[in-house]
């Protein structure tokens, strides 16, 4: 038997999570964030699962790639753009649609000798300050797009917001007032709202919703999980125990000996590491599940392998499940723990990590391999 260290996807959860953001945002269509990897789950898979979105959004041109490899022909926003002519030409070829987000992707496109009519969207800095125009350039350029050869008409305009998931910071109110002054005189599609703009900013929705975190189970705010905003996690991280030890009061566990058993005591031996994209800072205390139900880790996280305090799970054993974060295990609380977000989190399980897919509307978990042939 080889190590059962996996990622179970669930491709139902993702096709709910996509119905609820249809719900929260019933105007708007949805462009469908699957850049990294789709948020760590795999690009292919939950493309394919999500083809009930009106588009997909990643970041770079081999993501969309991807996605067209898998033999979806839907819109695909590159939230980058491109990066020179032989990237702007693969992308016009492969349909894929552009942010132009500075001066250089301006003339690229300017000065584009493309056949394709390229369908782009004008981002405006509205206070982010990472990518786009100034608010004030916004009309000139919009026509200046527009006029280009390579491009389609109309070019729609999209920002971003920073703090959409500090429910009470001022900012948010702030970057809507700037886009909408900039928008003045422009008749066009928009799209401003990421997860947490769709959950609790109704006037950032839009012409285009752009989910990423909500498709996968997960809430964008601090504080929160999943399913307290009726979402269901797609990603089940678990593993198996391959050791349970006896310790004596005053030995010390791992790595450091950073634990110390405090009575006589067993620990469990769990097949996940940083290896495998666990938290190597998830301190004492971070919730497992052995069997469905919680026991805590102890010790420092090891490359491959974690200790859990089984002192109230008497009858764990060598074999027995272990899940990191999954619906029972909210990844949320994970993230936290360790000091970092759950997008973090989701994003750096590793290669090592085998992935599965289950469809609860069909069968139960497969593996990837098989799902591809
Ligand atoms: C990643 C990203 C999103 C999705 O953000 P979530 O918080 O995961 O919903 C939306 N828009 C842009 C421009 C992004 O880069």
Known sequence: MSRATGAVINLSALRHNLQRVRELAPRARIMAVVKANAYGHGIAQ???????????????LEEALEIRHAGLVHPIVLLEGVFN?????????NGCELVVHDARQLALLEDARIQHNLSVWLKINSGMHRLGFPPSQARDLWERLGNAHAVRNPV????????????????????????AAAMAGI??????????????????HADWVRPGILLYGVSPF?????AQEGLIPAMTMGTTLISVQRVSKGEAVGYGGAWVAPEDMHIGIAAIGYGDGYPRHAPNGTPVLV???RAWLVGRVSMDMIAVDLRGLPHAQVGDAVVLWGPELPVEEIARAAGTIPYELLCGVTQRVKFS??????????SMASAKG
């Open 187 to 204: 008749q066009a599609e928009r799209s401003i709202a990421n997860s947490a703009g769709i959950l609790a900013w109704p006037d950032s």
């Open 156 to 179: 729609r305009l999209m920002t971003h917001l920073a703090s959409a998931d500090e429910i009470s910071n001022p900012r948010t109110r702030l970057q809507l007032g700037t886009f």
């Open 291 to 293: 069997n469905g139900a």
């Open 222 to 226: 601090t504080g929160r999980n999943g």
């Open 357 to 366: 897919l289950v469809d609860e509307s069909t069968t139960p978990a497969r």
């Open 46 to 60: 939950v493309a394919s699962a999500l083809s009930a979105a009106d588009a997909f959004a990643v970041a770079c």
């Open 85 to 93: 002519v032989a990237e702007l030409e693969e992308a016009a070829r």
